[in-house]
């Protein structure tokens, strides 16, 4: 903008509107998100909330925690500074201004500051209004956090979501394991099966969690074996006969925070919840890598099954495709409808008399999603895999200094290794004869 842009005044402070060149705003709002908790769970973490508790929305950071809303960039046309002057100097210092423009933020009558969107806005504008073309563009925005103030979903200025899953640790979700673009956070899940125990004092307890199988390890239906594992170091043992089950809600409620009305007693509602997997409507992927007993001759698993069921239908999927150094992948398609209520039952099922059958990287995503997850070495919290959007996998080897040495990518046509590379320094001896 030209010099000087602000001059000295008295009294409210006004900021120039004529031949801004460039200009972007930032907005936040309170967190407005706590994990919650229904009287019928167990052990109740303390970061959690009873739902429907009355609470002090400021002790538990719910509101005074300023976190990161939205960005704007400003959208007008721009002039050429030639055409509006009569002489025919070029002023290409002040070409390409905006040809109108008002700030995001203005002082109302009232003497309050508006944003843009609110009514007391001398300039309000309503942002969906898709045919007001001069105005400030949301570029994108947070729409959820985790009690902790990790933003856990966001979207971007054409409504598309990107999420997040945290892991390694069940109460406090220290790294990232699952990310996704194209869906909310509530519609993933991805169970690595790594970090059950991590730093916990009490790891398996009937505590609220995105997904997990802890219910069945608890009743000591599964367990987690440490020597066999498709990536990472870990996955979910069952035993002949068995089932592992895990129950979630179809979500038909608040899919944003919406902040209780002012002046009513504050309470802890649904609207405010980091939620767990909850779907919505539509078509889902859901996949997952299995292996039954130790009979290295066999082509084709078919004691191992993954059923998901919604109300009367039932979707069953069975391993396909080659069995790679021991592990088979299965992959199938689930729908949805927006009728259903009520909720989603995904069973890990061995249906054999004698072998166990072992789980590992179990996904669940939307269909027009991508999704990729991550596990991490325990102790050293590097990544040891990732999976890409069809659940193959990347591995990563390390040396004594922890410096990567290996990057291994599975294919249908097995594991194959695509770098290497070894590490070396001067060694020095001592002389024996000196």
Known sequence: TKSPIIVPQS????????????SSAISYRNKNNIRCRTDLQGDKAGNEVVLGQALNPFAYGVKGDLVLDGQFAWQSERVNATDLLASNDHKTRFDGSYAYFYPYYKLGSDGIWYKTDELGHPNYVNHSDVNELEKWRKLGE??????????I???DQIKVHSSVLYGFNRELALLPVAQAVNARQQEIAFDGFEDYGYYSNNPLNNQETHFDFADALIDNVIQINETVRHSGLASLEINPGTTA????QIALGCLDPVEPTQGTEFKADSCLCVIPFEPTSGDYIISAWVKVGDDRT????????????IGNQ???????????DGWQRMEGEFNIP????????VSLRNTSNS????????????FLAGMTTTVYDPKTLLPLATHDGYNFTTFFNYDENLNQVRVRVETIEGIKTISETEFGGQKSFNNANQ
Not at 11 to 22: H, K, Q, V
Not at 245 to 248: F, L, Y
Not at 314 to 324: A, E, K, M, Y
Not at 338 to 345: K, R, V, Y
């Open 153 to 155: 979903e966001s979207q």
């Open 298 to 309: 066999v082509t084709q698993y078919g004691n191992a099954r993954i059923d998901v069921v």
């Open 11 to 22: 009294g409210a402070f006004t900021f120039p509107e004529d031949e801004i060149l460039s």
């Open 314 to 324: 039932t979707i069953t999927v069975s391993p396909s495709g080659p069995i790679l």
């Open 338 to 345: 927006p009728s259903a209520s009520g909720g989603i039952l």
């Open 142 to 151: 947070v729409t959820r956090y985790d009690e902790y103030g990790k933003a």
């Open 355 to 366: 072998d166990q059958v072992y789980f590992d990287d179990l996904r669940i995503h939307p």
């Open 245 to 248: 089950t895990v129950t979630k």
